[in-house]
């Protein structure tokens, strides 16, 4: 009897929550899914003319998406294991000095309370030619006896290259505070132990540090991927609205298109590929719990 | 392989940036570890016990003083080429690793010349696991065995390598009472097959006593008392000492020497000879009260706590520097206390005189000691 009360107050305290995750997270998800077979949805109506897979089959035809899972792969493939290494290795370099630690650590961490718009200022200083200059890059690349290259709007390498590297350098602080963090909770005396019994450094860090942190950095390789398959903003900051005009649209950015951009007006073409991506993303994570319990030490 | 350590001493800036004042956690260390012997290092908590072992490890350089290791001076050498094993308080075993991969570490650190093929490390590290009975556990995570298993991991990790020196700091502390009492045993056992020097680490006084071959009685850094575990206990050096050893603690006294009679309070309690006429702590052991209707200790009685084998009678005395007397004796004699007050007789040998200031034990004549 007790227990059937404990149960209803239990449910009663969830239901706030519960109704606020169903009204806006449920409902909206199932809507999409059923969205994506319906085909010619038209919302203004509310009608549409049948039930099928077309909507998909002419998402996975449209060259524009294509070129959006293309450019997000490249994305994925290169910024995440770039900026979690990246951060790995300033977060123990930050660990293992003494001074001035703390200004590092703040360094480190400025682009992540920095205004986007500030940041995306400082990146055209960087990579954008106007009249008057060609931008820090290209003097230095000419410095050195190179051609200067429009890195904004130029060949697609180049883009791309700009690209990755402003998403490495908006996701990096959050990954260093994270890791620094999970390095600093790791008992001393297990580097002691190590000491004494003459391990190398290098065999430390990998056969010691590394498997201590690895849940951390689990974390971070699972949040990375999903981070940089759902980019998006970093590209229009980059290289405005019309993204598929500058061949660096991204899944996300195309399903923004579909819905209001100029082509707008397809919501059965963009809950499509909302739900390719969230089959990507889903696949992907799966993957990675299924490789990690390998290799990752609680 | 015997250890030597020489003026050996240890500052450590103070915590506190305002004041400029030092700690000195080990201070001036004198004293020589014989060959294949076990020491306790024993002292109240923050004494410098651990630092005295860092610095005996390498782990911590000495600010002045050598540490040698036979005739090899170590001082300047990093923990790795000293050949020290060292076990913690709290074990440090790796944790994603396997009992097997835990005691194999060391082994796998070796390089060049002194790598040892495959089939020595195998038998090297079966070796090690059997020598503290864990032979069986080779494949489990130390998270899967208890405090007392992941202890022998612990101190076959650090044997297999063969150290010329064994440290232990506090080895027993996270270990429950009956673990300790066997675990004890255990390190004893293993020090006396391996016959390595060891250092042993602790704040209990019975664990010291009870696996020391030599106990070091530190306290502030400075080492009170170096003997053997039953010398330390019967002939402290001051009164600090008698305090620390002993359960239940020494009971101390106010007292005087006048004319060659020993007072406590004002009772007559004991001919001295030898010893001026002066103030004095009387340190009485527990279990150097008789029971005497005309002892010449008249104290008043609180209660008695029964301990099987022995009681222990609670009394107050005036003269008393502390909360209550605690008399150990035998549980026969328990019909005998009743009533208010008590009266004991001393056994000399078991009452020991130090200096009201200094609290040095006053050696000279002092309480005639009878035949123990």
């Known amino acids: 009897m007790e227990r059937r009360e404990n149960n209803l107050k239990a449910w009663l305290y969830l239901l706030p929550a519960m109704v606020f995750l169903g009204l806006f997270m449920v409902y909206p998800l199932l809507d999409v899914f059923v969205y994506s077979f319906e085909e010619g949805y038209n919302s203004a109506s509310q009608t549409f003319f049948g039930v099928g897979v077309y909507n998909y089959s002419y998402v996975l035809h449209d060259p524009y998406f294509l070129q959006a899972l293309k450019n997000t792969f490249i994305l994925v493939v290169i910024t995440v294991p770039v900026s979690t290494i990246l951060a790995l290795v300033i977060s123990v370099a930050l660990n293992s000095i003494q001074t001035l630690r703390n200004f590092f650590q703040t360094v480190y961490f400025l682009p992540y309370v920095t205004n986007t718009l500030a940041v995306g200022l400082v990146f055209m200083i960087l990579f954008k030619p106007t009249a008057y200059s060609d931008g820090l890059v290209n003097l230095i690349i000419k410095s050195f006896g190179g051609t200067a290259v429009d890195f904004i709007e130029g060949p697609y390498w180049a883009k791309m290259f700009v690209l990755c590297f402003y998403t490495v350098w908006t996701v990096m602080p959050f990954k260093v505070l994270i890791l620094t963090s999970a390095l600093a909770s790791v008992n001393p005396d297990y580097y002691n132990a190590a000491k004494v019994d003459g391990t190398s450094k290098w065999r430390i860090f990998h056969r010691i540090t590394l498997p201590m942190i690895s849940p951390m950095i689990f974390y971070l390789v699972i949040t990375g991927f999903i981070g940089a398959f759902k980019a998006y903003s970093d590209a229009v900051a980059l290289f405005g609205t019309n993204l598929n005009a500058a061949e660096m649209n991204t899944i996300v950015g195309y399903v923004y298109d579909m819905l209001y951009g100029d082509s707008g007006g397809y919501p059965s073409f963009a809950s499509a590929a909302a739900i390719l991506l969230f089959a990507i993303v889903m696949t992907i994570t799966c993957v990675n719990l299924t490789v990690s319990k390998k290799h990752v030490h609680y | ?372």
């Open chain 2, 1 to 372: 392989m015997k250890v030597v350590l020489q003026n050996l001493t240890k500052r450590f800036p103070s915590r506190n940036k305002k004041s400029s004042e030092e700690v000195i956690a080990v201070n001036d260390f004198n004293f020589e570890i014989p060959d294949g012997k076990l020491i306790g290092l024993l002292g109240p908590s923050g004494c410098g016990k651990s630092t005295a072992l860092n610095l005996i490890s390498g782990l911590l350089k000495p600010t002045s003083g050598r540490v040698l290791f036979g005739d090899d001076d170590v001082t300047d050498l990093p923990p790795e080429l000293r050949g020290v094993g060292l076990v913690f308080q709290n074990y440090a075993l790796y944790p994603h690793l396997t009992v097997k991969e835990n005691i194999m570490f060391p082994l796998e650190n070796l390089k060049g010349a002194n790598r040892l093929s495959k089939e020595e490390m195998e038998r090297r590290v079966q070796q090690a696991a059997d020598l503290v009975q864990i032979g069986h556990l080779m494949e489990r995570k130390p998270s899967e065995m208890s405090g007392g298993q992941q202890q022998r991991v612990a101190i076959a990790r650090a044997v297999v390598k063969l150290p010329k020196v064994l440290l232990l700091d506090e080895p027993l502390s996270n270990l429950d009472a009956r673990l300790r009492l066997q675990t004890r045993e255990e390190i004893r056992r293993i020090q006396r097959e391996t016959g390595i020097t060891t250092v042993f680490v602790t704040h209990d006084q019975e664990e010291a006593m009870s696996i020391s071959d030599m106990i070091v009685v530190m306290k502030d850094g400075v080492i009170q008392q170096i003997d053997q575990p039953q010398s330390v206990y019967d002939d402290p050096a001051n009164l600090f000492v008698a305090k620390f050893l002993g359960t239940p603690p020494i009971n101390v006294f106010e007292g005087s020497v006048k004319n060659g009679r020993l007072f406590i309070g004002s009772d007559d309690v004991l001919p001295v000879s030898g010893v001026a006429d002066r103030p004095v702590w009387v340190g009485v052991r527990p279990e150097g009260f008789v029971l005497d209707e005309n002892g010449p200790l008249q104290c008043e009685r609180i209660g008695v706590e029964v301990m099987g084998r022995d009681i222990s009678v609670v009394a107050k005395h005036p003269a008393l520097s502390g909360i209550s007397i605690r008399a150990i004796i035998p549980a026969e004699h328990a019909p005998k206390v009743n009533g208010n007050a008590v009266c004991f007789a001393l056994k000399p040998y078991k009452v020991h005189l130090f200096e009201r200031d200094s609290e040095v034990r006053i050696r000279e004549g002092g309480v005639q000691h009878g035949t123990p």
